[in-house]
């Protein structure tokens, strides 16, 4: 077949609106000091590495796994102290989860509505599905600018509207009070993504069972368990049973229950590591607020936002890879994101790495 061949048949079957999309895109970190992706850095203890292998060699590979997960869905409750009436629902990590929400609610004149910036899959999985997205911009300090986020609610009607709590790839936390407000006027589901839970001290799942379009997601990803890709959903029994319909079987693998069940066993551990980032974060963030020419905002996550006053965000986003680190350059991801880079928090030699090549690579514009 010919490359007109080929292009005719792909015009004629493959949906415009993914055809003008981009597959999302995972740079290549090998060599480079990883500080693009909002990973843990922190290795486990060898002593739990050797436990947790010899679980694996006892995994009966030739079998499908357990097909609700319930040691992992009662390690999660232990470690999140999410109550027992409530059901959970489990994915292929927060994505798999929104994909799910929006398959349950979903048609073509149906909307996801979030803000903007946020978190892409978002906007992605809506387009995925056929649905209609809406985002609604922040305020130039990224705080929720309510009044407009209320009318875009009573105007478009969302059957989902997401909202990440802390929000990426800003950081901060929306003010509680306006949250209550858009779930108590959307007239569908709100979903409060929660997947920097660990680096805060708030949270949405108190006030689950208060209202009955609430719903929280989290994932095991950022406390130190990203490889393993996992989410939880938790909410009201009467939404997450038709959610439920849409999860394909066996979608949380043997070697992710028996991994996941184990380390939340050893809870302490990543609360332990998680307590530390906190401490570099603040760390980090003290001596960037110190720089020229660099404004960067505090964070309740773990990474810190930096806008480049003065420009020249792509520059020094090659000019630290060419030092051997790697971050997320958002610089023309948002007009409110222009000439920003996002950067996760590492250990501390990572973060004093970071800091001397941006230091260098700032001159060097």
Same mark, same amino acid.
């Given at each position: ?228 890709? *996992?989410? %939880?959903? @938790? &909410?009201? $029994?009467?939404?997450?049973? +038709?959610?439920?319909?849409? /999860?394909?079987?066996?979608?949380? !693998? ?51 936002? *930096?806008? %480049?006053? @003065? &420009?020249? $965000?792509?520059?020094?986003? +090659?000019?630290?890879?060419? /030092?051997?680190?790697?971050?997320? !350059? ?36």
């Amino acid at each position: 077949m010919s490359h007109n061949e080929t292009e005719a048949l792909l015009a004629r079957w493959v949906r415009p609106e993914i055809r003008r999309l981009s597959a999302y895109h995972v740079a290549d970190a090998e060599g480079l000091v990883k500080l693009d992706a909002m990973e843990n850095p922190y290795h486990w203890p060898e002593s739990l590495r050797e436990e947790w292998l010899r679980l694996l060699g006892e995994a009966e590979i030739n079998r499908y796994p357990h097909p609700q997960a319930p040691a992992v869905k009662e390690a999660l409750r232990h470690a999140m102290g999410i109550p027992a009436q409530l059901p959970l629902v489990l994915g292929n990590g927060s994505d798999e989860l929104i994909q799910m929400i929006a398959m349950t609610v979903g048609g073509a004149e149906r909307t996801i509505l979030s803000v903007e910036p946020s978190f892409v899959m978002y906007r992605m999985i809506a387009t995925f599905l056929g649905m209609r997205y809406h985002g609604v911009p922040l305020k130039a300090d990224f705080s929720l600018d309510l009044s407009a986020l209320l009318a875009a609610v009573e105007q478009e009607q969302p059957a989902v509207i997401f909202l990440a709590y802390p929000n990426n790839p800003t950081g901060n936390l929306f003010a509680e009070e306006a949250l209550l407000q858009v779930i108590e006027a959307a007239p569908g589901l709100v979903v409060i993504d929660e997947a920097y839970a660990p680096f805060t001290d708030v949270s949405f799942l108190p006030r689950l069972g208060q209202y009955d379009n609430l719903l929280v997601m989290r994932t095991v990803s950022k406390m130190g368990l990203a490889g393993l890709r *996992l989410g %939880l959903l @938790a &909410g009201p $029994a009467p939404w997450l049973d +038709e959610i439920e319909k849409t /999860r394909l079987p066996y979608n949380i !693998n043997v070697l992710t229950q028996i991994s996941a069940a184990f380390a939340l066993r050893h809870q302490q551990v990543f609360d332990r590591q998680t307590r530390e980032i906190r401490v570099e974060r603040e760390a980090l963030l003290a001596q960037l607020m110190r720089l020229d020419g660099v404004e960067a905002l505090p964070s309740q996550a773990n990474f810190i936002l *930096l806008r %480049l006053t @003065a &420009g020249g $965000a792509t520059t020094v986003f +090659e000019r630290l890879r060419e /030092r051997g680190v790697l971050v997320k !350059n958002l610089h023309g991801a948002h007009p409110l994101l222009a000439e920003c880079l996002r950067v996760t928090v590492g250990t501390p030699e990572e973060n004093a790495a970071f800091l001397a090549a941006f230091s260098a690579s700032l001159d060097a514009r």
